[in-house]
């Protein structure tokens, strides 16, 4: 068995494939897992942007998981109870000593009448509405990460080493702990700790400012959706689930890349319109960033 093959990066919601296995995931429900499909599943390792949703065989697919599993015999009539699923994979991202597979969550019942076992052809369609909106809300999110970093870039005193696209020092990178990516929007969350004081960030200064660093970020958002720009899921050739993935845009600084494993729009100009809100916490703050409604 190989890693399933995924469609998503190049935008798919629709698809054909064979059922590698189906497993049993307990409380009535299955996982099926096929050679390729369309679903983008919640990551196990960084869960930002949520599972699609959609039907495999006219069935509604319940979640979409990251599965692992060992190398497995195809004569094997029942090797289901191999696989293991999002937080219980207990291995990295990719690991070579096991196959990787997007597990799309049935009702269990459902899936054994409607005769789904290994080698059944079955048909994959995506939710497309919903996928939009989520690819808005995360290619809005890395637009706001990048104009927190430029809005931010007074504020350090030393040379951070670590620098985004377009060269402003990379605070998202290093300050991040929470990222969730929702229908035309996402809610990131900002630690200020010691060792960002350490590397020479002013922490104090920039929770004084945020309302000046908001209205900053603002201004860039709405000269870079304005302007438009190209922008692409890069697989560099490799369609399996666990290849590395970078997001690739052109701003009117330059072209920057980002690795991600989401979906994005393929127009900076289709999130026009993107705002962010900036608010304090307890050692740090959260930036909510939103899209307006596509009509």
Request: aromatic residues 4%; proline residues 6%.
């Amino acid at each position: 068995m190989t890693d399933t093959r995924v469609t998503f990066p190049a935008g798919a919601v629709e698809g054909r494939a064979r059922v590698l296995d189906v497993v049993d995931l307990g409380g009535g429900r299955c996982g099926v897992v096929v050679d390729q499909t369309p679903f983008h599943p919640v990551d196990h390792t960084w869960p930002d942007q949520p599972a699609d949703s959609g039907t495999l065989a006219g069935l509604p697919v319940l979640d979409c998981l990251v599965g692992a599993s060992p190398a497995i015999d195809e004569a094997d009539a029942d090797p289901g109870h191999r696989w293991v699923v999002a937080g219980d994979i207990p291995a990295r991202r990719g690991d070579p000593a096991l196959t990787w597979g997007v597990v799309h969550v049935l009702d269990a019942e459902a899936a054994d009448r409607a005769g789904i076992t290994r080698g059944s052809e079955v048909e994959l369609v995506v939710d497309g509405d919903r996928r939009r909106r989520l690819s808005r809300g995360h290619s809005a999110c890395h637009l706001a990460a990048l104009a927190l970093n430029r809005a931010a870039a007074p504020l350090w005193s030393k040379d951070v080493g670590r620098r985004d696209g377009l060269g402003s020092p990379d605070l998202d990178s290093l300050a991040i702990v929470v990222s969730r990516i929702e229908p035309d929007a996402a809610l990131d969350e900002y630690r200020l700790g010691k060792s960002l004081r350490k590397r020479g960030l002013a922490t104090t200064d920039l929770l004084e400012r945020l309302p000046q660093l908001q209205d900053e970020a603002n201004e860039l958002l709405s000269a870079w959706t304005a302007a438009g720009g190209h922008a692409v899921v890069d697989t560099g050739g490799d369609d399996r689930l666990v290849a590395r993935r970078t997001w690739r845009a052109d701003l009117p600084g330059g072209q920057v890349a980002i690795p991600c494993g989401g979906t994005h729009v393929t127009d900076i100009a289709d999130v026009a319109g993107t705002r962010v809100v900036y608010e304090p916490t307890d050692g740090g703050f959260r930036v909510l960033t939103t899209v307006p409604p596509e009509v």
